[in-house]
């Protein structure tokens, strides 16, 4: 048999965003954003790590892409602070900022790797949610569209692939069901599901905006996709699995491919009251941008159980293992419909996330025969504890293990017919947790970097090495 490898022009890439890597969180006229206020509360990060200075790539961000480039690399996923280009939200443009990454795009080209830009990973200007709440507000819509439609004019010339929003699901159940993003709000339903309507709404105008800049860009939003699993073929269990990805995947995916929430979900949140308000012109637009995406992307680590929950079961709380240690990850669930209990068939990672290579295939093939979409990984990692040896060296073999298994499955989904353009791992380099600070690292580079300082040294992790002969060998060398 011939060996497995991904198709010519396979877009080999590596994945960070702005505010877990790039610090300098108030130089050069930037503005603050809603992390660089949430982190200061105490008690809501591992150590009340912060982003202020991160590691350092707006210092570092030459060294750090003449890495990518010796690595081979042939995408780069990374953000924007919406912040560092219009402290205020909207209004004048920063040039300093906007300075930062005409040079980052500019390093990228020059080495030939193919920049691809996310405009929102999670850090909405501070100044918006004074003025009305951000994401709270349809004027949000507007003044995302605006800072959208500024980037599609500047860098239409440079950058082709664009992703408008990262992980909505994620940002806006931690913001506003489980209060472990900001706003920090718990349990707020309503809310939520119309937050949600919002970033649908700046994502469909800024698609529709785009393809009328940049008619062969590419554009789409990224997914964090969970697939799911019914614990047994016990009916009620898979009719748990099924009414979960109502809620919890097709919700967002549905939305981004059809441009309609999924009518059973719809249904079951309208007679609870807390389904959003959904006008004709709301669905008209939908329903136009999602003609218009050319991929869906999918951010990928891990698959969930699906077991049915009596009314009195368990309902998910706002508490997480941000420490490191097993086994202390509460079991979420919505009474009367499904509960997640752990899969025994799968090994987990430091931080109680389920190991399940499979399930990316699983994935693919799902989003294929569902949406019939082109799909790009955007995300795909492990979180680990990794040790710098006296001679400052990463044996990282569980990491190698890992992406090994997870890209040999996605070479298989493309065999068998998924057309993927591009796999991003996460990350390049270390770089900040959201909630578990420094001690939890993805990437190819070492950073020498805790909560309490570090030289911010870059150190290649023996993954490094091991990822520049897949992409040498469009993946033949894992086969
Ligand atoms: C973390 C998370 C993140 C996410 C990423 C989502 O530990 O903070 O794993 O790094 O994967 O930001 O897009």
Redesign the pocket.
């Known amino acids: 048999m011939d060996k497995l490898q991904m198709p010519a022009n396979f877009l080999w890439g590596s994945?960070s965003?702005a505010y877990?890597i790039e610090g300098a969180y108030q130089e050069d006229g930037k503005g603050l954003s809603n992390w660089d206020e949430f982190v200061k509360l105490p008690g809501k990060t591992y150590q009340n790590s912060t982003g202020e200075v991160a590691v350092d790539h707006y210092h570092r961000f030459k060294e750090d892409v003449a890495l990518m480039a010796e690595m081979g690399l042939k995408t780069y996923r990374f953000s924007i602070s919406w912040a560092r280009l219009f402290p205020q939200g909207r209004g004048e443009v920063n040039q300093a900022g906007l300075a930062f990454y005409e040079n980052l795009i500019a390093e990228c080209l020059a080495y030939g790797i193919e920049p691809m830009v996310t405009l929102y990973?999670?850090d909405i200007p501070q100044a918006l949610e004074e003025a009305y709440g951000g994401w709270e507000s349809p004027q949000v819509i507007q003044d995302y569209l605006d800072y959208a439609h500024f980037l599609f004019q500047h860098f239409k010339d440079k950058v082709n692939y664009w992703i408008t929003i990262?992980?909505q699901n994620?940002f806006t159940t931690f913001g506003w069901m489980t209060a472990l993003h900001p706003p920090g709000k718990l349990q707020q339903e309503k809310l939520f599901y119309q937050v949600n309507h919002h970033v649908f709404l700046a994502h469909a105008q800024a698609v529709i905006a785009f393809k009328e800049i940049m008619p062969n860009g590419k554009i789409g939003a990224?997914f964090?996709y969970s697939p799911s699993y019914a614990l047994d073929c016990d009916p009620k269990n898979a009719m748990s699995k099924l009414d979960f990805d109502d809620l919890k995947n097709f919700w967002w995916m549905d939305v981004y491919a059809y441009g309609r929430y999924p009518k059973s979900a719809y249904q079951h949140l309208a007679k609870k009251g807390v389904a959003p308000v959904v006008s004709e012109a709301d669905s008209e637009l939908l329903v136009k941008a999602a003609s218009k995406i050319d991929f869906m992307g999918v951010?990928y680590?891990q698959t969930t159980v699906c077991e049915y929950n009596p009314l009195d079961g368990v309902a998910s709380t706002g508490e997480m293992n941000t420490t490191g240690k097993k086994g202390t990850n509460q079991i979420s669930g919505v009474p009367g419909i499904y509960k997640n209990p752990t899969n025994p068939y799968l090994k987990t990672t430091d931080?109680d996330w389920t190991i399940d290579p499979m399930g990316l295939r699983y994935a693919c093939k799902e989003i294929t025969s569902r949406y019939n979409l082109p799909i790009i990984i955007s995300?795909n990692?492990l979180?680990a504890f990794d040790e710098l040896t006296a001679d400052h060296h990463i044996h990282d073999d569980y990491r190698i293990d890992y992406l090994a298994q997870h890209i040999k499955e996605l070479m298989i989904a493309v065999e068998e017919g998924s057309d993927i353009w591009a796999y991003c791992t996460?990350?390049f380099t270390d770089?900040?947790?959201?909630?578990?600070g420094y001690q939890?690292r993805?990437g190819f580079v070492y950073v020498d970097r805790s909560e309490s300082g570090g030289s911010l040294d870059r150190y290649k992790k023996d993954s490094f090495y091991w990822y520049k002969e897949v992409i040498a060998s469009n993946g033949q060398s894992i086969d």
Not at 431 to 436: E, M, Y
């Open positions: 994945a965003a877990q990973h999670w990262n992980e994620i990224s964090a951010n680590y931080w995300e990692g979180g996460w990350s770089l900040l947790s959201w909630l578990n939890k993805y």
